[in-house]
């Protein structure tokens, strides 16, 4: 069981800790000024990740095939003044039974299959063809990443599959406002006025897709360098325009136009809503952002 956690090493600097961790990247390296071999290894678990030196003397201990496994090492903290905070390994060994729970924040199998065949049973409620259509191959051309994409390095959205929960979650908000405003609003609207629904589906999936390129996945998640030119909104614009490219999916100018819309006023709160589905996708996205931060600051709090 894993009791050490990469944000909490830093309180046991010049001390031994004992303690499993996962292994991103492994490579032989020398000192500058004696020559003597080295290997620097990348360890890390679902709070970060830490640089581990194992010096000539254990070097037996390493092999390659140690990449991407988890191992249980022994190693003193050190505190580098130039690299900040080390392990100096004395002893590690391949762990072949633990928990990848404590190593990758994620979605587990289970969880991740459940919420990427609901957001395939939305993408089917819509009945206008060309929506459908672009929804199924978007879903489709990015199925890996939307199943891993986190989305922020910190904080309740920090895992794998942070993306498509946010997708399904936002979509199913904003389906239930609208179904609630065509049924109960007064005075009722007139038959062929209703909020569209298949309008709500495309477009809250299509403004959230936009953020599956934001970071790459745990253990190691960094700033993905597209983000940096590319904002979610631009990305979604992106994404959009490439499935367009598809002959089968017939939109006209008008549809286009008001996609278009729907993705500028999610991601710009300066930019008042031109249409109610626009509104409500809006508003569900908010709604979403609200819950989540409340949530986890209740589980930090338990």
């Given amino acids: 069981m894993k009791n050490i956690y990469v944000s909490q090493i830093s309180d046991y600097t010049a001390s031994m800790i004992e303690d499993e961790f996962y292994v991103v990247a492994l490579s032989k390296s020398v000192t500058d000024k004696s020559g003597i071999p080295y290997y620097r290894l990348v360890l890390a678990d679902k709070t970060g990740a830490i640089t581990g030196i194992v010096w000539d003397q254990h070097m037996e201990q390493i092999s390659e095939n140690l990449i991407h496994t988890i191992v249980r090492i022994k ?7 130039t ?17 990848i729970s404590d190593f990758i924040n994620r979605l587990d199998d289970q969880l ?5 065949t609901t957001l395939r049973k939305m993408g089917e409620m819509v009945k206008n063809i060309s929506y459908k259509q672009l929804i199924s191959i978007m879903i489709s051309e990015n199925e890996n990443i939307l199943k891993d994409a986190p989305l922020s390095l910190i904080g309740p959205c ?3 599959g942070a993306v ?5 979650s936002v979509t199913s908000i904003a389906v239930q406002i609208a179904r609630s405003q065509n049924s109960l609003t007064y005075p009722p609207y007139k038959k062929g006025t209703e909020i569209d629904s298949d309008l709500i589906i495309t477009g809250t999936i299509l403004a959230t897709i936009g953020n599956i390129n934001r ?3 745990f253990p190691i998640s960094t700033i993905a ?3 940096s030119l590319l904002t979610s909104e631009l990305q979604a614009i992106q994404l959009l325009e490439k499935c367009l490219k ?3 999916i017939l939109i006209s100018d008008n549809e286009k136009n008001t996609l278009y819309n729907i993705i500028h006023t999610v991601h710009n709160n300066s930019i008042k809503p031109m249409i109610r589905e626009a509104a409500i996708i809006r508003s569900a996205y908010q709604i979403y952002n609200i819950l989540i931060r409340m949530d986890y600051k209740t589980y930090e709090n338990q």
């Fill in 112 to 116: 991740k299959n459940k919420y990427f």
């Fill in 158 to 160: 920090n895992y794998n």
């Fill in 246 to 248: 598809n002959d089968t």
């Fill in 75 to 81: 190693a003193e903290v050190f505190n580098n003044k």
């Fill in 215 to 217: 970071f790459s996945s």
């Fill in 164 to 168: 498509l929960v946010q997708i399904v």
């Fill in 83 to 99: 690299r900040g905070v080390e392990l100096i390994i004395s002893e590690i060994k391949k762990v072949e039974c633990s928990d």
């Fill in 225 to 227: 360098a597209s983000t």
